[in-house]
Nanobody, 121 residues
């Protein structure tokens, strides 16, 4: 069983910064991609940033230049540094891992429980 635990959300003023962390625990053979998604009420969950095992990174256009995703493979962790936050960044942020629990299992998607990020004007 794999669990993802997030931390680092909260309330911040516009222009401020927050750093989200997500740690995976349990039986993990290899992690393919790690990422962060966000969701606001009434809208679909959207990809914010993603990082592959080869360290390739993708960002949604609205956060490019402000957010940075990174990973610590030894600790099975992913981070999202969020700078110059805007009110429109307010959402519940979810971490996502695509991983294999054993050599013989297909990759599976796992999600964190979500952490609220609120940016005030």
């Amino acid at each position: 069983q794999v669990q993802l635990v997030e931390s680092g959300g909260g309330l911040v003023q516009a222009g401020g910064s927050l750093r989200l962390s997500c740690a995976a625990s349990g039986s993990i053979f290899t992690i393919n991609t790690m990422g962060w998604y966000r969701q606001v009420p009434g809208k679909q969950r959207e990809l914010v940033a993603r990082i592959t095992r080869s360290d390739s990174k993708d960002y949604v256009d609205s956060v490019k230049g402000r957010f940075t995703i990174s990973r610590d493979n030894a600790k099975n962790m992913v981070f999202l540094q969020m700078n110059s936050l805007k009110a429109e960044d307010t959402a519940v942020y979810y971490c996502h891992f695509n991983l294999q629990t054993t050599r013989w299992r297909y990759p599976t998607d796992y999600w964190g429980q979500g952490t609220q990020v609120t940016v005030s004007l």
